[in-house]
């Protein structure tokens, strides 16, 4: 299979507990973010995004949490599910900086049954 | 829907070799970008665009060219193909630099 996520750091978690994935960005003046979840042999797929606007949004058993005053981001994971193994990614976008939309490193969750 | 639709899907190059890597979308969206992922890691910018006719460079756009002269494509080039370009590579696209960006499934890239 896919060697994605093999030298990332792994979130163990057991099915059902609620998991809290973090992410450190690198650029105080960025405006846009957003959380991304890659299964194996597969691109990274949208799971939620946060404005610079707000400190805190929710989707469905989703939650990003945004802290501006130390420049971390975080994704909550409610009553996690088997479906939720995977590598997760926050990225960040500058509009100052021309609209790169840049990765963060990942998070390889396993969720145990 | 189609999305974001990237081919190959799979290619061996030898050393020296060119490719391009074709990336279109059907959204009609104006920002479009090119990432590699190497094995275990996380994704890299190479080069993105804001609209047709306007590229720009990323984290890592050496051995790479991109050109955009329509909206919905986005070619990557690669000139002279090397051991270290051997990667994932993704396209993806989004309507507006505050919205999602939309991934293509990728091309794997081996050089040899």
């Known amino acids: 299979g896919e060697s994605v996520g093999l030298h990332l750091p792994t979130l163990s978690v057991q099915e059902g507990d609620n998991s809290i994935i973090n992410c450190a960005y690198s650029?105080?003046?960025?405006?846009?973010f957003i959380w991304y979840k890659q299964e194996s042999g597969k691109g990274p797929q949208f799971i939620i995004d946060?404005?610079?606007?707000?400190d805190k949004r929710q989707g469905q058993r989703v939650t990003v949490l945004l802290n501006k005053t130390v420049k971390h981001l975080s994704l909550q994971i409610a009553a996690t599910q088997p479906g939720d193994s995977a590598v997760y990614f926050c990225?960040?976008?500058?509009?100052?900086?021309?609209?790169?939309?840049?990765f963060g490193g990942g998070t390889r969750v396993l969720v145990k049954p | 829907n189609a999305g974001v639709t990237q081919t190959p899907k799979f290619r061996i190059l030898k050393i020296g070799q060119s490719m391009t890597l074709q990336c279109a979308q059907d959204?009609?969206?104006?920002?479009m970008y090119w990432y590699r992922q190497d094995p275990g890691m996380g994704l890299k910018l190479i080069y993105y665009?804001?609209?047709?006719?306007?590229?720009d460079k990323g984290e890592v756009p050496n051995g790479y060219n991109v050109s955009r002269s329509t909206t919905e494509d986005f070619p990557l080039r690669l000139e002279l193909a090397a051991p270290s370009q051997t990667s994932v590579y993704f396209c993806?696209?989004?309507?507006?630099?505050?919205?999602?960006?939309?991934f293509g499934q990728g091309t794997r890239l081996t050089v040899v």
């Open positions: 959204m009609n969206h104006n920002y």
């Open positions: 665009s804001v609209g047709a006719g306007i590229t």
């Open positions: 993806a696209s989004s309507h507006r630099v505050d919205t999602e960006a939309f």
């Open positions: 990225a960040e976008n500058m509009r100052a900086a021309g609209n790169k939309l840049t």
């Open positions: 650029n105080s003046a960025s405006d846009y």
């Open positions: 946060i404005r610079s606007n707000m």
